[in-house]
């Protein structure tokens, strides 16, 4: 891992993690091509994967709650580890902003809130191309203020983070700037965003992208569907666009076999000189999504995240008195 930014990134990636994208790389060359996919396709192949991977198995005590959204109910899957919690995590899901799911991830989000001492509130968003944005940002804001306002009632604290992989850090993103902007709250403790893609115009590293997986056809394909009617410059399209200041401290985490690189080094960048705390993990080597995998380098990841997320949340409830 690589703290420091303006260090050389001359790591080498482990033999584990080395085998494991090669592994990932082949599978995806073995697929048919994003672009000749449906939709419903894509989310069929996700299912299927899922019935596969023991880690995406549900948790018997995860509770499923609806509130009201702007086009309908919005539906929180919460899971609570601990019964006394310092802070309540929003977590939003990857997915491309056209697959995933709020519930596959029950194990993850739940070792994530034990080691945060928090509940974990995951919101499921409604997914393109049926629904284009902002419908997504829009029900991610539901969620999020519907949180705001009652953590102190139902969770016992009013301390507040947010975080997302992929899709789900752009659409943390999106939300916060939402939460300042149209709702005047800049209180969350934290904002943990992995690998996220903070530009849909599509960044340096996305369109000179020369490996399998989130190349520049898969990106050109897919924003289109995403996107509908808004811009692709509007800031709730691009958050890197848009105005940064006032934003909680953030952890920016990302691999460098990751098209997306740049979208994390270019947001942590604006994040800093916006005048936020910003931190930034480069793991050499690392593919997108690495720390879903159980491979060193997740639990090295993970670990990282959560202290922290950890320090901002006792950096709070110091502040508190």
Known sequence: MIEDP??????QPDEALVAAVA??????????PMASMTAAQLRAQEEQQAALNPSAARRDDAVERAIAGPAGDVRLRILAPVSQPAAVYVHIHGGGWIGGRHDVRDEFLHDLGARLDAVVVSVAYPLAPEHPFPAAQEDCEAATAWVVDHARQEFGTSTVVIGGESA????????????????????????DLRYGG???????????????FLDRATMEW??????GE????????????????DLPPALFTVGTGDSLLDDSVLMWARWRTAGNRADLAIYPGAPHGFDLMPLPVGETARARAAAFVSGCIAQRAVEAG
């Open 6 to 11: 303006f260090a050389p990134i001359d790591v």
């Open 230 to 245: 808004l811009p692709v410059d509007d800031p709730d399209v691009s958050p890197l666009l848009a105005d940064l200041r």
């Open 23 to 32: 592994q990932l790389e082949a599978m995806v060359r073995a697929m048919p």
């Open 168 to 191: 789900g850090a752009h659409l943390a993103a999106a939300t916060l700037l939402r939460m300042r902007d149209r709702h005047g709250y800049t209180g969350f403790a934290a904002a």
């Open 222 to 227: 897919l924003v289109p569907q995403v996107i």
């Open 198 to 212: 903070y530009d849909l115009r599509l960044t340096p590293s996305v369109r000179h992208w020369q490996r399998p």
